[in-house]
Every structure is written in C-alpha cells, then in structure tokens.
C-alpha cells in the first residue's frame, strides 16, 4: 500500500461511546465537508455474532468515515475489516486506547500496548483481508500506568509498523488500568504532547495524529506545525459549531460555511426522513442541544427540544417551537 495522504487526517472527530451514532456524525458533517469522522467502538464479537447492519448501516454524507474495531484475535479482527470494506468505509481504526475494565475483561483496548507483536499480527491479517481497499490504522495511548519512559511508545509504534500500518493516532496520555474510571483517564494523567512530537521526528514516513487536550484553534494550529494530525473528542460534542470553521481554517476550503439555521433546516429533513424509517426524533435530536450553544436563546432552545412533554410532536413543530422559544429570548 502506498503512503496515505496524511491531510485525509489533518482534523477527525475522535470515536466516543455513547456520542458518535450516525445520527450524531450525519449531523457533524452538516458542519463540516472535510473532518474525518469516526464510528463509536465496535467490538469484533458484536459484528461476527450480533446485528451487523445496527452497527455498520451509515449514510453516505457521513465520509470519510472509520470504523473503530475493539478487539484481539487477527482472525476475527481480519473478519471485520472485510466487513468494513463490504460496507463502505474508508478505514478500519483497532482500539489500543480505551481503559475500561470491561474492556480489559475482553483482553483489548489500551491493554495492548503490552503486547505489540499481536497488534501487530492483528493489523497485519487485516490488511492481508483489505488489501489497498481502505486504511487499516491504530489508535493508542503514550503508555500504560506508571510508565512514563518514552522508549515504550516508540517501540509499540515501531513493532506495530512492520505490519504495513502507516496511520497512528495517538492519544497523549498514559492509560491507567487500575485506579481510575475511563473519565479520569481522560483527565488526569498529565498530557505529553511531547512524546507525539518525538514519534513524528522519528517515524517521519508515518502520519501521525494528535489526540487530548485539543480544545481552541490556537492549540490546533500550534500542533499541527508538530504533528500530521489532531483528533477533537468531547470538545467537538460539546461545542459543534468549532467544526463549522475547520473546512477554512485547517484545509483552506474557501467555501462559506453554512448558517446555524442552515444546518437547522437540513437536520429537519434528515430528522423526516428518519421518522419514516421508525427512527424516534429524541435520538437525532440529542446531540443537536449545543448547536446554538453561546448564542442568545441557546437555553431555551435545549429546554424545548429536550422536553418530555413535546415528544409527540412532529419534527418540524418541535423545531418550530424551539426556533420560537430561542427568537423570543432574542426579542426580550
């Protein structure tokens, strides 16, 4: 496989559990045409033994889009990725990052990055399963509980390498297998941007892809002078509209972003178009609540469109009303 052209990573929304459904990923390309965006978590058990379609099916204005596998075995791991490229998509990211002790249960996530030679074996069945049909990445940490020595990282990357992967997004971050909860692990071990700086320096012929901490365009810019990358997490959630400046900002696209109401209107037609495939509105509309967020109204608005009571009306009305409830706080 040739070397992937590492703007395709420039900016990603990272995978987050419970978060990143396709409703919520439909929505964030309403804001931005160039972020690669990411599935949640898929553990290889669900795609081989449960119902494919619920964790595969996206629309096709959600690319370039990944798929996130949890998982160990090379055989079942090379058995999803044909799964994603039967599917569609652009990539397939093996998970070498999450902490969680159900996780661990499972003997994947970020436990191992104890073991390189199997991630290894794992993303090298993979790509004998895809060939050049789409990316086969890893996403990782800088280590594991108390290591703090750089020489671990770089020796994962570079074992990891030898399988033909060429993407690696790296979350700065030690993980912590013992002791804290998956949140703290995204807070408190400090940050060592420094460690991805150095994997760059010296892997330069990998892409290399920030992740943590990223939350204001002046850290975006200054990592991207360091790094090929940055992936956005909960930030991206939590403040949508920042993606609606990436298209300009970070790939120089000068085409205007679109207007809040703009995206308002064409979540309104996917939210229809949903309805008719039995999806309820409260599951697209949950990761809308901080589309207006910082504008006048923008509490309203959330109130409205969160409000138990208004469910049974149609999209448009509910829509409608919070529209309303957000132009009458305006108007006070």
């Known amino acids: 496989m040739s070397v992937p052209d590492a703007s395709a990573w420039r900016v990603c929304v990272a995978p987050m559990l419970d978060w990143t459904d396709r409703h919520c990923r439909y929505f964030h390309r309403q804001l931005s045409r160039r972020a690669r965006l990411y599935t949640e978590m898929v553990t290889t058990g669900a795609l081989l033994h449960g119902d494919r379609a619920r964790h595969l099916d996206f629309d096709a204005a959600e690319q370039p889009l990944a798929l996130q596998l949890g998982g160990c075995e090379p055989a079942e791991l090379a058995s999803c990725a044909r799964l994603a490229r039967d599917w569609g998509y652009a990539e397939v990211n093996l998970n070498c990052g999450c902490p969680s002790e159900r996780v661990q249960r499972g003997a994947f996530g970020a436990c191992l990055m104890a073991e390189p030679r199997l991630v ?18 890893v996403k990782h940490r800088t280590g594991i509980d108390r290591i703090q020595d750089y020489g671990f990282v770089r020796d994962f990357v570079g074992v ?12 700065a971050r030690n993980a912590w297998l013992q002791g804290l909860s998956p949140k703290d692990n995204r807070e408190i071990p400090p940050l060592r ?11 330069p012929f990998l892409t290399l892809v920030l992740n943590g901490g990223v939350r204001d365009d002046a850290t975006l810019q200054q990592q991207l002078l360091q790094v090929d990358g940055v992936m956005v997490g909960r ?3 939590q403040r949508p509209w920042w993606l609606a400046s990436w298209d300009r900002t970070v790939f120089g696209d000068p085409s205007p972003a679109p207007s809040r109401d703009e995206v308002e209107q064409r979540m309104l037609a996917y939210l229809l178009r949903m309805a008719e495939q039995g999806v309820a509105a409260p599951a697209v509309l949950r990761h809308m609540l901080n589309l207006w967020k910082g504008e006048p109204g923008a509490r309203l608005w959330r109130q ?16 409608a009303h919070a529209a309303k409830a957000r132009a009458e706080a305006l108007s006070a």
């Open 235 to 237: 930030e991206a959630y």
């Open 160 to 171: 990891v390498s030898e399988a033909g992967c060429r993407v690696f997004i790296v979350h």
């Open 304 to 319: 409205v469109l969160s409000d138990p009571a208004r469910r049974a009306l149609e999209p448009g009305q509910l829509l």
């Open 193 to 203: 941007y420094d460690f991805v700086h150095r994997l760059k320096v010296d892997f």
């Open 120 to 137: 290894r074996d794992g993303v090298a069945a993979m790509r004998d399963a895809v060939g050049d049909t789409l990316e086969v990445t």
